[in-house]
């Protein structure tokens, strides 16, 4: 159990998180040790045996999803030490759990298409003496570059808001992020998608929004900004639903690849419990579509 605990807290899991997930996991191991199993080799069959058990106890669905949450955890940390080969709880859903999801999630790579696909107005020499045109090229570049910021960095509206251009360290391939009553400041790594984008505004764009002794890197309010880039972003995926879904996607993502203490740093997080409540968007976890119809419902 001790090493278990250590799995758990080596993805970033809080103290509180990891005693609960202890206290819930040792459930199923005496039930293991009632029906004489070894908890390593048990079967999907089997586990499905328990749910059976629980239910019968009249424990709520949503008690039930919370222990297998735990039994998935400890087969998860099985596979890491090549004791078994998968997690029989995997296509388990317990229905009747009223969801608390927070977004539709986008994958990575539907992000970086968003990207590719917003298109900027582009000049020629027969438009580019036209005002309005001009005026088009400048927003839809400034706009991407926000975008992008949304993308890799994960910046919120509000953050986006106080940048300003010496947070853009291009040199070192690094955005400083300021911090605010609600989140923490944080150094966050550039994409390489995004720099030739963010030169090109820094460098040229920019001047052509801002007088040259603000510091803001964009310089007005983002709300109606905002408004333009979702509109757009939809006739691109149909599925964007606003920003706020972006950040969530992104962190999402985030915690795929890292442990909750690195996303919780990178989303500007100031407890990592909010970081956690992230962890339901993992399509990976209990909920799978495929399963709609499971016979436990």
Not at 135 to 159: F, H, Y
Request: a positive charge.
């Amino acid at each position: 159990m001790n090493t278990f605990k250590k799995y758990l807290q080596s993805k970033g899991m809080s103290i509180s998180t990891t005693e609960t997930y202890e206290r819930e996991l040792m459930s199923f191991i005496n039930w293991c040790d009632d029906q004489k199993l070894e908890i390593e080799y048990v079967s999907y069959n089997e586990l499905m045996s328990y749910v059976r058990k629980l239910q019968v106890a009249e424990i709520s669905q949503r008690t039930i999803e919370k222990y297998l949450n735990a039994v998935k955890h400890y087969y998860n940390w099985c596979i890491t030490r090549n004791i078994r080969e998968d997690n029989p709880v995997r296509n388990i859903d317990i229905k009747g759990v009223k969801r608390r999801k927070l977004h539709h999630i986008l994958k990575h790579k539907e992000l970086e298409e968003l990207y590719e696909k917003y298109s900027v107005t582009e000049l020629t020499e027969e438009n580019k003496h036209q005002s309005w045109i001009k005026k088009s090229a400048l927003t839809s570049k400034r706009n991407k570059v926000i975008l992008g910021l949304m993308i890799w960095q994960g910046i919120k509206t509000e953050e986006l808001q106080k940048l300003t251009i010496k947070d853009i360290k291009l040199r070192e391939g690094k955005v400083s992020v300021p911090g605010g009553r609600r989140s923490n400041a944080r150094e966050l790594e550039l994409s390489s998608i995004q720099m030739i984008d963010l030169m090109e505004y820094t460098m040229q764009v920019r001047e052509q929004f801002i007088e040259k002794e603000e510091d803001s890197l964009f310089g007005i309010d983002l709300k109606g900004v905002m408004t333009q880039i979702k509109k757009k972003l939809k006739s691109i995926n149909p599925n964007i639903t606003g920003t706020k879904q972006i950040r969530a996607s992104v962190i999402t993502n985030w915690l795929k690849l890292d442990n909750l203490r690195q996303v919780q740093y990178k989303a500007g997080h100031r407890y990592v419990s909010s970081t956690e409540a992230y962890l339901i968007n993992d399509l990976d976890d209990l909920t799978e579509d495929v399963m709609k119809f499971h016979p436990f419902g």
